[in-house]
Every structure is written in C-alpha cells, then in structure tokens.
C-alpha cells in the first residue's frame, strides 16, 4: 500500500467514525483507491453497481499520469471480500468529457451491460458488457446503437422493467433524439441487442433553450420516476418537477395522464411542483430515489443570491434542499450550506450531494427521515470555510422535519472530496463512492476514485 494512502486512511481514521451493529453508516477507517484517474458526472444511473458481490463503476481517465488513457472510458471492479480492486478499459479513448461516464445494468445472468455515449456530439448510443466468468476484466467491443442523423444523444439511464405480458425490457433514458437537447428514450426487448427510438418526453417554451436535466428512479413495477428542471441553471432560474413514465405515458403520482405515447413533449410545468425556484434561488437536481413506501424523495443544489450577475460571477452561496413526497404533498426544504463554485462558468457545479437508499427510512422510520452525503467547501450548518479551504464529505441526517444534523467525515482534509454516491445491492452490500484531487472542469481533472463499503 502506498505511503499516501496510509496517510489518508490514517486521516479518516482520526474522525473517529465506525459502522455501528446495524450497518447504519459507512467505515471511513478503511477506504479503498479504486483508481489513480478518475472521474464522472452525475446525470446517469445507475453509475455504479453490485454485480454479487464486486461493486462495478465507470470513469474517464483523464491522462494526466499516463497520457496514453486520455478520454478512456474505464471500468473499476473492487471485491469487498478481499480487498482487491482493478481497472479495465471499455473504449479506448472515447473522449475526455466525464458526461461520458456509463449507465451499469446489472442483467439476469450477472452480466453488467454499459451503455453510455459522447457530450452533445453524436446521434448514436454505445453498448459493452462483461460477465461473472472474467470477474468484468474483459469487455465486449462497444456496439453503436443509431438513434437517427439528426440525433445528438447525451448521458444514458438504463433500467430493466417488466412487461405487461410477462418478462421484461430495458429502457435507456437519455438526452437529444431528433437534436431536440430534450429527454428521449429507446427501448430493447432482447437485453440490449437491439433498440427502438422512443419519443421526446419534456419539450420547452419557444425561444428559450431549455434542456431539462433529470434523475431517474425504477419503482419496484417498473414504473420510472423523473425528478427535472426547465432547463440547465445558467439559462433558466430553474424550479423542480416531478412526473412517472409508464409504458411511455406520463402521469402524475395520483396516476392522472399527463401525456400518451403519441402526445407532444410534455411541458415541464405540466408536472408536480417539487421546488419552487426564482431568480434567487436557482435549482438543479442531483439524486432521487424511492422509499420502501414507493415514494420519491430528491436531493438538489440551489444557487442564492446571483441574481442578474454575468456569468462567471455568481455561485458564491450554494446550498442544498431536500424534497419529499409523503404520500400527499412535496415538502421541501434547504438543509445545508454548500460553499461555492467549482469553477467559473459553471456557476451551479456543488461539490455534489447523494441520497444513501438504503438509509431512507431505516434509522428514523418513525419520523420519516433520511441520510445524506454532501461535499462543501464550507460547514453546511454555519457557512464557515472548511479548515483547509478544501471541500470535505459530510454525512447528513434529516429528520421528518427536513432539519438535518451534520457530521464531518474528512474533516481537515487537504484535498478537495467531491461528488458522492451510494451503490447498494441485493446481497445486502453498499458502497460509498467518490472523488479526491483537483477539478478545473469536466474536461480538465486530476482526481482519484475512492470508495468505502458496508453490509447491512
């Protein structure tokens, strides 16, 4: 083991945090280096997996230690049991851009498809997979799924739902069918061999370039939650929505049809008001999942106080909401400080903050509450910079009231912990995944995927 790492786990160490009896939280004593390369996006899911036991995610390596693997979209496999870790290449020099990273399915046979695509710059979709046999060293040649000429795909959400007549089917969600910068889907009835073009799910008003940014979530009959903006926040003072995809249509949480099959793009508005925004209070989503009730919960970011500034001169007070269904109505609230910026320009990237969805109900199920991680530069409760200006990992956990009691867990960390996620499976295992180093922008990164894991 390296030096550095030593130190690190000595850091995280000293916060004195350990996995209680139930396996409520995460160990921070004992992290592992899943790549020395690193780093992804967080509009595709799942972005990372338990295929049995070995937790499988996807990254672009940046090149910055071997220039050789620019662009590379790779993929990390980590063995809980053992220990072991390593990385495999899926497509050799896609393209730097880290919304390239793969949407993971994990298939009947323990297969885990990817399926992935390129920023904005073609109209096709990609297609690997690996299996059990090679413990996912070895991956299929990438496979181009055209989607249309006119087509200009980003991200991909891939999600296995039944059919009404028995079986089942993927779904990939994804942005740009027909250039419309717009939610679109295909449809595979064969475990990706083939796919079908779907429809443009969310349109826009005339005139104002809106590309509304979703997370999705698979509920247990298949049915896909979408929590969204208008559009991306430096264009629009973005509200949050929420609607189903069923079987193509879309309808509200009460099961009234919003749109068909055939009908025209939904307008955003048209769906459930999660977060009201406004000019100074701009909102982007980051997580959703479902509760063991089925219901929705949504964790977002929200920019304060940039109202009317340039771009490139706003994002000095970020914060993060959190937003419930509880079976008759959204309640939302802002939980946290989230510090600044990333980078300029990009006046909304947070340092990102997930929902645990195994922690959703399970430690406060009376009170309905949840677990969050979150990265700032700042302590979320006071808005005090972090000791050494870095953003640090935080473990949140909200009560039924939306108030939220915070705990650092990288507290004194001298390098920057951003963008968490949580992977869970159905052996019973979780993983706590995310970033360390220096981000300048999703085309200039030099960063290393960590991740820590848990059994319940």
Known sequence: MRKSMLLWIALLAATGLECDAAGDTFDLAYVNQLSDDASWCWFQDERAVFAGEMLVTTVIASGHREPSRSGNLEALVHDPETGESWRSVIHKGFELDDHNVATLVVLPDDRVMAVYAKHHREGCFYVAGSDRRSRYRVWTEPERVEMGEASRLTYANVFRVPTPVGGAR????????????????????DDGKTWTAGRV?????????????????????????????????????????HVVWREGRLESLGGELLADR???????????????????????THDLHLDDQGRPVVAFSVQRGSAGLPRGQGGDDLRYGLARWDGDTWRSALIGHAGSRLYAG???YAGGICLDPQQL?????????CTVYASSNVDPVTGRPTTNGAYELFLGRVGGDLTCEWTALTLGANENQLRPMVAHGPTGRSALLWLVGEYTSYTDFRQRAMATTRRH
């Open 346 to 348: 990009e006046d909304d």
């Open 361 to 369: 109900d399970s430690h406060q199920r009376a009170s309905g509450g």
């Open 262 to 284: 055939d009908a025209a793009p939904l307008m955003p508005s048209r769906g459930a008001m999660v977060y009201r925004g406004g000019p100074q209070r701009v909102a982007w």
């Open 170 to 189: 993927l779904v990939n969600f994804f942005r740009g069918l027909n250039n419309e910068f717009r939610p679109s889907y295909a449809v595979s009835g």
């Open 201 to 241: 799910l969310l349109g826009g008003d005339v005139g104002v370039r809106s590309r509304p940014y979703v997370k999705y979530a698979r509920a247990a009959d298949g049915a896909i939650h979408l929590a969204y903006t208008e559009g991306h926040p430096r264009d629009i003072d973005n509200s949050i929505y």
